[in-house]
Structures are given as C-alpha cells and as structure tokens.
C-alpha cells in the first residue's frame, strides 16, 4: 500500500496551491482520507479529511473557507486545494488513510509548503 504525497512548494501569502495524494495498493472505498500537517515545534494536526465512499467532508477551524479537500475515485486520487495561503499554514503535508474510529494506518511520505509574506 503506498500514498504518494506531491504538490508542495513556496508560495507568496495569498497564493494557492494544490496537493495531491495518489493511492494504490487496495480499495480504499472503506476508508476515510485526509490531510494533516506539521509546522517546527508544533503537533501534527488534521486540517481535512474526506470519506472515500460517501464524499463527506470536514475541516480544522483554522482552515475552513480556505482549503477544500476533494477526490477522485477513477484516479484514486485525494486533493487539497488551497486558497488564500497565509505565513502560518507553512508546515509539511501529509495524507493519510484510516478505517473511522481508528488512528491512521497508512501515510504518505509528506510534501512541504512554505508561504513567503
């Protein structure tokens, strides 16, 4: 099982940018998918997350109306778009993947964003 993290980089405050997390291995149709991230000297916090069978979503408070976390079943491919970028969402990016009620099982490798003021 593999979850393949792309889409990071340096951006200026204001800009976007969009992750994307490539999965493959099994069916994930019975998993929820997400996004956490991870700043210097901070805790790893889940900012997004979205069940793969019904397309539900929920957001971290400090990220709702900016980011949107989206799928793509053909692909088996999860996004996080992200607007409106500030200096404090600098902080490495990482997808996950977990069975609800049970901490994450799988992880991607993790994909830096920097956001320049």
């Known amino acids: 099982v593999q979850l393949q993290a792309s889409g990071g980089g340096l951006v200026q405050a204001g800009g976007s940018l969009r992750l994307s997390c490539a999965a493959s291995?099994?069916?994930?149709?019975?998993?929820?998918m997400g996004w956490f991230r991870q700043a210097p000297g901070k805790e790893r916090e889940l900012i997004a997350r979205?069940?793969?069978?019904?397309?539900?979503?929920s957001y971290a408070d400090s990220v709702k109306g900016r980011f949107t976390i989206s799928r793509d079943n053909a692909k088996n491919t999860v996004y996080l778009k992200m607007d409106s970028l500030e200096p404090e969402d600098t902080a490495g990016y990482y997808c996950?993947?977990?069975?609800?009620?049970?901490?994450?099982?799988?992880w991607g490798q993790g994909t830096q964003v920097t956001v320049s003021s």
């Open positions: 996950a993947a977990w069975v609800l009620g049970t901490d994450p099982g799988y």
């Open positions: 291995g099994r069916t994930f149709s019975s998993y929820v």
């Open positions: 979205i069940s793969w069978s019904s397309g539900r979503t």
